[in-house]
Structure formats: structure tokens, C-alpha cells
């Protein structure tokens, strides 16, 4: 898609006074003139700073339609986390990291409190910051103050997510260059040219890697290790391999916002592809596969289910599952491993004094 950024901040021909007043910003003595005050009284609107927006995805909904069916046919049947993210998803997704439980953005959160000026002096400030993961942009935000970046850049699926969240971060911090990229993570990265050129840091928090498989998250490390050149850097949230009383219970709460937030797919699912799911009919089951280091969330037919669509149905026993999410959970030496085989140098980390966490930067 062809990039349209944002009308540049000229004022209107025919808005400009016949005799402008005097440049009002010199020290007479007096406190200096808000920018506001000022550009009023050179004759020029004030505009605050807006970030640029970018759409690059297109979404398919044929294709996404396909893309759950098949799902729902295969031998294991299957629904792709991406679909947790509706508007009620995200909004669960969030209460999710609020829970006593759910311990990654939080020790997350801390190590980069913790290690902030530590990061940046590795990472170097001043950097085009890419944020990957973007969401609420929270965990960027934080680095401003240490990483100071040229410009920042959030990726997300929409825009439509990122508008708000954008502007108002912009108000906040007007000497930033802000600009919202609607992208697929899972494509190959084509950086449109409204992305400054110099150093880039590509930033990955909150363990979303974790999402993928050991081979799928390689091959996102090797797109952003494409993306990157000399100079650039990766900063990645990685989730800990751990107790599973631990594991378990973070992905299993006491109060059943997981559960409600995996039992919600259901309901997108429904809307997307006019299935017939009822979500009494199905509960959250999480547990831990040791063997592969991994969270697997599933749901489970609690009495025989028929669903259908049209065109199709389904018919699951009771107890059987539909695989919704793994969340895996690495030893450091292995994730240090991956970006070396991705093709990242010198993988160092942060983590917290339980090791639960750990933020890794490396270099392109
Ligand atoms: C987004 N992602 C890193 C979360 C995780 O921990 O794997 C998604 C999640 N699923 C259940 N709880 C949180």
C-alpha cells in the first residue's frame, strides 16, 4: 500500500494576517510566550504535534474466514490466538496483566525500571525505536527518558488500535516523532519511508514471542534480523521457564479472567465465520508440556457439541478440545541461541532476583 503520511502543519494561505505582529519569542524580561501564544501572534494557527499513520495490512476477511475453518476442521482442532483480540479480548487481555497471577508485565515492567539506563547504554540513545508489540505502547513509553529515540514507531495489525492510544502519548511527549504502521508481523518487514533513517532498535516486549513456535519465532528473528543493519538491535521480553504451580496458575487464575478471555474467542469466532459456538458448552483448561517448555491453553467440550456454519459442522465428543494458545517458556542460554541463529551478535540480558523474566538485547 502506497504510505500516506499526514498533511504537513502549514496554516492556511488566506488565514495569514496583512501585516504580521512582531516575532514574539525573545527574553524582554518577561516569562517566554507559550508555543501556542507564539505562533498565534506570528500569524501562524498552533498545531500540536500529530503522529503520521500508516496502513500497510490489508485484512482479508475471506481469507481469515478460511483461515479459522480450517482450523476447525483439522484433526486437532485449533483457533489461532490472533483471534483473542477483539475489542472485549483486548480489554480482558488487559485485566489479565493485572492479576496477582500473571507475573510477566509486571517483573517485566520492573527490570526495565531497573535496568533503564543500563539498556540504553547499550542499545545507544537516539534510536529509530520500532515497537513491535506495540498495544497500549505503556512499555515504550517508559524507555523515553532513558532511550530518548529519534522517532517512534508502533506497529500494530490497524492503525485503528494505535490512533488514540498515539496521539494522546504524543501530546505528552510533542519532541518525539510518532508514527502508527499497520502491519503483519508475520510478513516480511517493508518499512515504509516515513521511518527515519539512522539507528533502529526493534523492540519486542510483554514474551509475545512466546506465541510462537521455537521455528515461527526464529523466523520472525530473522525478519527483524533482515529489517536490521549494521548498528541496528533487537530488545526482546522473553518469559522464563519456571515452577509449573507457577506457570500454571498465571495462565489459570483464581478469579477466571484467563478463562474468559480464552472462552471469549468463541464469540469472535462466531462473528467472523457465523459459527454456532455456545460458550456454556465449552471451559479453559491450561497446562504446562514440560517436554516442550510450554503453557498450552485448550477449551473443552463439557457434553457432546455439535457446531456448524455454513456450508459445515463439527462434532466434538465431551472432553474434547480445541487448542487455542502455547506460551513457551525459555531457559536464557536457549533464547541466546535463537538469536544467534537468527543472526543477531553478543545476546546480552536483564532479569529480575526471582529469574523469572529476562529482557535481551543483541545486535544487528
Ligand atoms: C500475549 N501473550 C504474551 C500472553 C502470554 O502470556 O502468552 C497471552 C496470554 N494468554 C493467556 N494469558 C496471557
Known sequence: MPAVPNPPNTP????????P??????HN?????SPALVALANGRPHRPPQPEFVQQYREDSGALREQVLAGLRAGQAAISPKFFYDVLGSRLFEAITDLPEYYPTRTEAAIFASAGPAIAARAGSGCVLVDLGAGNCEKAARLFGSLRPAQYVALD???????A???????QHPEIPMLGLGADLCAPFDLPFNVKRGRRLF????SSIG?????????????MRGAAGRGDGVLIGVDLHKDEATLVSAYDDALGVTAAFNRNVLRNV?????????LDDWRHVASFDRQASRIQMHLQACREVRVQWEGGAREFAAGGRIHTEDSYKYRPEDFALLLEAAGFDDPVYWTDPRGWFAVFHARG
Not at 14 to 19: F, V
Not at 211 to 223: C, D, K, M
Open 12 to 19: 492556511p494561505q488566506n488565514k495569514a494576517p496583512q501585516t
Open 165 to 171: 492510544t498515539l496521539s494522546a502519548l504524543q501530546q
Open 270 to 278: 462466531n462473528r467472523i465465520v457465523g459459527t454456532d459456538f455456545s
Open 211 to 223: 506465541n510462537f513456535a521455537p521455528v515461527e519465532a526464529l523466523a520472525l528473528l530473522q525478519r
Open 203 to 206: 523492540f519486542y516486549p510483554g
Open 21 to 26: 505582529l512582531p516575532p514574539l519569542n525573545h
Open 29 to 33: 524580561g518577561h516569562a517566554a510566550a
Open 157 to 163: 495489525i490497524s492503525v485503528e488500535f494505535l490512533r
